[in-house]
């Protein structure tokens, strides 16, 4: 899959899976809402009740900076299937107009969020490569 | 989330992400499909078409035996949104009579997998940690 129908397809989901490492080299996986905006990867931790353990995602990306982020389509008929794979190196944002552009993203993306702006911490993932896959190419 | 819950929304899934970690320290993330007997859950690599760079997780394993695996449910409902992770230790299997046994499990669970066999090698994961989040609890 070329890196064009990578990107279509990212920029077309509403949910992606976030893997980042931990302190301790052990790997960890969230799923995640997200914006597409050309090279960069948009992300927010937003109002949904959240565990302090889940936030473990913030502290891995400060100690770990490289993720790999998934977007897949998995259905029955395994003809259909493919994923799209993101490997690209995170930053908590902090600067103010950053995140406020970033959020507009989000918000232009999600309806919900509109409602309700995510409170929480924005990460910014710079994308260093895409893979893609599909079990029937073309189809 | 109890672990008695996160068991059952894991074993009724069809698709999981497996995050590995890579022997520089970078994460990987791949959607797997997978069965779960009792604290072991059970992947193949499958005949469906692979670029080498795919067994990368194969790789990973051996050299990171901890893993971090996802099921999680996307609607755009918010409040029907919930994921299961499960952490465990990932090794390849060698002996034939558990790769036969973890091959009938799969081949139970995807009747795709009863035209063709999984020809690939069969990982197992031994669950260390069940963490489960929904956004409405007992909704």
Redesign the interface.
């Known amino acids: 899959m070329n890196e064009v129908e990578c990107r279509h397809r990212v920029a077309a989901a ?2 992606a ?1 976030l ?3 931990r302190a301790d ?7 995640i809402c997200f914006a597409l905006d050309d090279d960069n990867l948009v992300t927010a931790v937003d109002g ?4 302090t ?2 936030l473990l995602r913030l502290d891995n990306i400060r100690a ?1 900076p ?5 977007v ?1 389509c ?1 259905e ?1 008929d ?1 003809s259909r ?1 493919w ?1 799209v ?1 993101i ?1 690209g190196v995170a930053a908590i944002v902090v600067d103010r107009a950053e995140r406020a552009y970033a959020l507009g993203l989000l918000s232009a993306k999600y309806p ?1 969020y509109q409602a309700s702006p995510p409170s929480g911490a924005v990460v910014s993932i710079t994308v260093s490569e895409w ?1 893609g ?1 599909e ?1 029937a190419p073309g189809k």
Do not use: E, F, M
């Open positions: 509403h949910v899976r893997a980042t490492t080299g052990r790997p960890h996986v969230v799923p949904k009740p959240k565990r353990l889940d770990h490289p993720v790999s982020v998934l897949d998995y029955n395994w299937l994923w794979r490997d919900q893979s896959w079990a």
